[in-house]
């Protein structure tokens, strides 16, 4: 009986060491939720330190690699500084400030005749060519600005002559203030001066204009005026017994000893200049 009961309490003895050494749930090792291996450990598992999402290294959302993080993310602190729309450095520029209006006061505008498009009288580059031995591209006119004031819609300008086929000015040739009877007018870009009357002596021909008009757009950078256009009436007295017969001769405005055709045309540019603003002529 008594061996009986020995073996029995070393069966039992056998039994309790076997729990402890066994492939057991909730062991250290192996089973789900111990420390290296299983879900939830440090090491490997889903939420652990080094590999996992959230974690510090490789993550969304992590310090160095994730959308967000402070070095290579869109909106970080580093690199959106330099790179990106909005940022500080590099996104595309707001454009230079456009020029001050009353800089071109200081400025000269020389006309290309080249680009002139004359309507009436027709032929005029060939009459004058013909009977005046005068090539008129060789003699350009000349624009200043003396006043803009935009809040105002107001412009001043003077005219002149240059000297041949330059665009300097000819100093033997009066000024002519377009805006001393009626004021100019400039809806930027665009201005209408005039009338005024305008006199050049061109080699043998006397040039003059009555009730000459100007009318043209500057460019957004103020450094041409395109699109200008001209109306008045020439005298053509001194050919009229000639040039008569070929144009639409009338009495000149306010003097009707004098023979006049109509001037019109368009399409002309005048080219800024170096020159700095007109010298004032009587």
């Known amino acids: 009986m008594r061996n009986s009961l020995m073996l029995l309490l070393a069966l039992l003895l056998m039994a309790g060491c076997s729990n402890r050494t066994g492939r057991l749930t909730e ?32 993550a969304t959302g992590d310090d160095d690699d994730a959308t967000g993080d402070d070095d290579d993310a869109t909106g970080d602190d580093d690199d959106d500084d330099d790179d990106a729309t909005g940022d500080d450095d590099d996104s595309t520029p707001i454009g230079p400030p456009p020029t001050d209006p009353e800089g071109m006061e200081d400025e000269t505008y020389c ?3 080249t680009t002139v498009n004359i309507i009436d ?3 005029l580059a060939t009459i004058l060519s013909t009977v005046a031995g005068v090539t008129i591209e060789d003699y350009p006119l000349l ?3 003396t006043d803009v004031d935009i809040a105002a819609g107001s412009i001043d300008m003077l005219l002149t002559g240059a000297q041949e086929q330059t665009c300097n000015q000819d100093l033997s ?3 002519v203030d377009l805006t001393s009877v009626v004021p100019g007018v400039y809806n930027p870009p665009e201005f209408v ?8 002596q061109i080699q043998t021909f006397a040039l003059n204009i009555f009730d000459l008009t100007v009318s043209g757009q500057f460019t957004v950078d103020h450094q041409q005026v395109v ?8 005298d053509i007295t001194a050919y009229a017994s000639t040039a008569c017969f070929l144009l639409n001769c009338f009495p000149c405005p306010g003097n009707a000893n004098l023979e006049c055709v109509s001037l019109h045309a368009d399409s002309a540019t005048f080219d800024i200049t170096t020159n700095g603003p007109l010298i004032v002529v009587p």
């Open 173 to 175: 040739i009066s000024t």
């Open 27 to 58: 062991d250290d090792d192996d089973s789900a939720d111990d420390d290296d291996d299983v879900t939830g450990d440090d090491d490997d598992a889903t939420g652990d330190d080094d590999d996992a999402t959230g974690d510090d290294d490789d």
């Open 143 to 145: 624009l200043n600005p």
């Open 121 to 123: 009288p027709p032929g």
């Open 111 to 113: 006309l290309d005749w």
């Open 193 to 200: 001066v005039g009338p005024g009357d305008f006199s050049t």
């Open 227 to 234: 699109q200008a256009e001209f109306m008045g009436n020439i």
